[in-house]
T-cell receptor
Framework: KAGVTQTPRYLIKTRGQQVTLSCSPI?????VSWYQQTPGQGLQFLFE???????NKGNFPGRFSGRQFSNSRSEMNVSTLELGDSALYLC?????????????FGPGTRLTVL | GNSVTQMEGPVTLSEEAFLTINCTYT??????LFWYVQYPGEGLQLLLK?????DKGSNKGFEATYRKETTSFHLEKGSVQVSDSAVYFC????????????FGEGTQLTVNP
């Protein structure tokens, strides 16, 4: 069974631009979560989607948004990029939204903002 | 709110040495506890988990016991290998936080031959 895939793997943008990252969960998984990983702040939860609905949201500004499609694939968007948005963005999928289900992480998208 | 504190790193050991990485947590109720490992250039992999007090999670020679009385979930391995070199994250999923994971700072482990 294929794992969680994220595209693109690397991205370079400039301040003020916007970016869209994509995540394809493991087949059959309906929950997708997004995390931001930076050296300074560590791993922080962005949001979770289940059945196309946002179920949980972390403490990030409104510039960070996401959505989930009917096939469970998810995208996250960051508008008006800032230097501090440079990070590794990780996507994780799980079978359902139950906290007892293991979350499987993708390799991440490395975003660099210049 | 929920929080996880890991021992300060990095940790450098010789092959076959004993490993302990300390992890303590703050959470209401009875969270589920996890250890994740991240190898260079990769995402996170679940190493082991425990969902209730006194549970012991184990995998690939690593162990951790959910200690409610000390709010701890320390990771141990009796004999580390060079291939264990990675960053280790302690995490929790709280009763009131739904599915979101709260992570510790991560501990870089380097094992020398």
């Amino acid at each position: 069974k294929a794992g969680v895939t994220q595209t693109p793997r690397y991205l370079i943008k400039t301040r003020g631009q916007q970016v869209t990252l994509s995540c394809s969960p493991i087949s059959g998984h309906r929950s997708v979560s997004w995390y931001q990983q930076t050296p300074g702040q560590g791993l922080q939860f962005l949001f979770e989607y289940f059945s196309e609905t946002q179920r949980n949201k972390g403490n990030f500004p409104g510039r960070f948004s996401g959505r989930q499609f009917s096939n469970s694939r998810s995208e996250m968007n960051v508008s008006t990029l800032e230097l501090g948005d440079s990070a590794l963005y990780l996507c994780a999928s799980r079978l359902t939204e139950s906290s007892y289900n293991e979350q499987f992480f993708g390799p991440g998208t490395r975003l660099t903002v210049l | 709110g929920n929080s996880v504190t890991q021992m300060e790193g990095p940790v450098t050991l010789s092959e076959e040495a004993f490993l302990t990485i300390n992890c303590t947590y703050t959470a209401t109720g009875y969270p589920s506890l996890f250890w994740y490992v991240q190898y260079p250039g990769e995402g996170l992999q679940l190493l082991l988990k425990a969902t209730k007090a006194d549970d012991k999670g184990s995998n690939k020679g690593f162990e951790a016991t959910y200690r409610k009385e000390t709010t701890s979930f320390h990771l141990e391995k009796g004999s580390v290998q060079v291939s264990d070199s990675a960053v280790y994250f302690c995490a929790l999923s709280g009763e009131t936080s739904g599915s979101r994971l709260t992570f510790g700072e991560g501990t870089q482990l380097t094992v020398n031959p």
